[in-house]
């Protein structure tokens, strides 16, 4: 039982720390050379870093990135990485407490979670914002779509899986 809580709390987490489109699975494969940066020495495998990192490299060839574009998405990709790395750590910390917690600290514990998954949308949306303005308007279109697109299908996988509650 803990174990199926703990699960659900880390893919709540999970989906409220990353945007719709780094949720989204890509059909394309990118390749080694996409652009993206290496995942993290640090990454745990199976870890909300380790994901973040193949999502940044599905985005980065779904959105077409350019070279003049690099410095803007390098810094986005950051952004989605220090998220990552931090959420995992919420995540972790509410895990060890779990067995002990009562409800009243269940429910501070997600609070903590949703306040941090403010604080990374607020570091996130001015990365993302200037890389967006830095893209020429057909790439902006492009990316309009790939956003949307990915949202309607993490909804519907939500829909599917019913992991929009914690059971």
Known sequence: MIRSSY????????????PAAALAQSNT????????????ANAVPGSAEQR????IRQLHAQLRITPAEQPQWDRFAEVMRENARAMDQE???RHQQ?????????????QKIAEAHAQDLQ??????????????????????????????????RRMQTGSNTER
């Open 91 to 93: 995540i972790a910390q």
């Open 7 to 18: 699960l659900a709390s880390a893919a709540l987490a999970l989906s409220l720390a990353l």
């Open 98 to 110: 779990f067995a002990r917690m009562n409800a009243l600290q269940n429910m501070q514990s997600y």
């Open 123 to 156: 570091r996130l949306v001015p990365a993302f914002e200037n890389l967006y303005k830095a893209m020429p308007d057909q790439q902006k279109r492009l990316t309009d779509q790939v956003f949307r697109e990915n949202a309607e299908a993490g909804a519907r």
């Open 29 to 40: 494969t990118p390749s080694p050379s996409a652009g993206a940066s290496p995942m993290s």
């Open 52 to 55: 973040v990192d193949e999502h």
